[in-house]
T-cell receptor, first 113, second 112 residues
Framework: NAGVMQNPRHLVRRRGQEARLRCSPMKGHSHVYWYRQLPEEGLKFMVYLQKENIIDESGMPKERFSAEFPKEGPSILRIQQVVRGDSAAYFC???????????FGPGTRLTVT | SQQGEEDPQALSIQEGENATMNCSYK?????LQWYRQNSGRGLVHLIL?????REKHSGRLRVTLDTSKKSSSLLITASRAADTASYFCATDGTGANSKLTFGKGITLSVRP
């Protein structure tokens, strides 16, 4: 059973461009979570999704950020008009229904120049 | 504000010694979990302790939970160089499949 997959692993964008981060959960996991980690910091929750539904987006900035988890395909975290402050590692995690533990992907390191 | 606050922030020990890391939190919890993160990698789940449990073991790991003090400790016995990593406590407050709130983490270095 492959683990949580994220791509790309590294992404460089110029200020003002769009960043698209992809996450494929583990097989059988219908719950996906996105977290952001700044250097020397812990992870900060952004959004929690199930297939075709956003369950909790309380950690998501109101502007420029959006997330989806379509019926088919990976979950996408989209950042429009990136700024330098968006530079961070973005981690996706997944879990099966009824579970507390989350399984993390390797992360996407976004650098905004 | 931080839900989980670990201390110390950094710990350096000799291989074979025990490592103790502490975590405090502010609000009521369902469970408390500990995760490990190797440099540049994702997080790996280590152990979960429920709010009605006081102590739990898994291999060389021992975790305790004191809900009256809102604190937890993670003990790694007989440490190895491969235990070198950052360790995070995380709390969930609203049941299964809910968001996790992480502390800033503890950097553990185990010298061979």
């Amino acid at each position: 059973n492959a683990g949580v997959m994220q791509n790309p692993r590294h992404l460089v964008r110029r200020r003002g461009q769009e960043a698209r981060l992809r996450c494929s959960p583990m097989k059988g996991h219908s719950h996906v979570y996105w977290y952001r980690q700044l250097p020397e910091e812990g992870l900060k929750f952004m959004v929690y999704l199930q297939k075709e539904n956003i369950i909790d987006e309380s950690g998501m900035p109101k502007e420029r950020f959006s997330a989806e988890f379509p019926k088919e395909g990976p979950s996408i975290l989209r950042i429009q008009q990136v700024v330098r402050g968006d530079s961070a590692a973005y981690f996706c995690a997944s879990s099966p229904p009824g579970h507390y533990e989350q399984y993390f992907g390797p992360g996407t390191r976004l650098t905004v120049t | 504000s931080q839900q989980g606050e670990e201390d110390p922030q950094a710990l350096s020990i000799q291989e074979g010694e025990n490592a103790t890391m502490n975590c405090s939190y502010k609000t009521s919890i369902n469970n408390l979990q500990w995760y490990r993160q190797n440099s540049g990698r994702g997080l790996v789940h280590l152990i979960l302790i429920r709010s009605n449990e006081r102590e739990k073991h898994s291999g060389r790991l021992r975790v305790t939970l004191d809900t009256s003090k809102k604190s937890s400790s993670l003990l790694i016995t007989a440490s190895r160089a491969a235990d070198t990593a950052s360790y995070f406590c995380a709390t969930d407050g609203t049941g299964a499949n809910s968001k996790l709130t992480f502390g800033k983490g503890i950097t553990l270095s185990v010298r061979p």
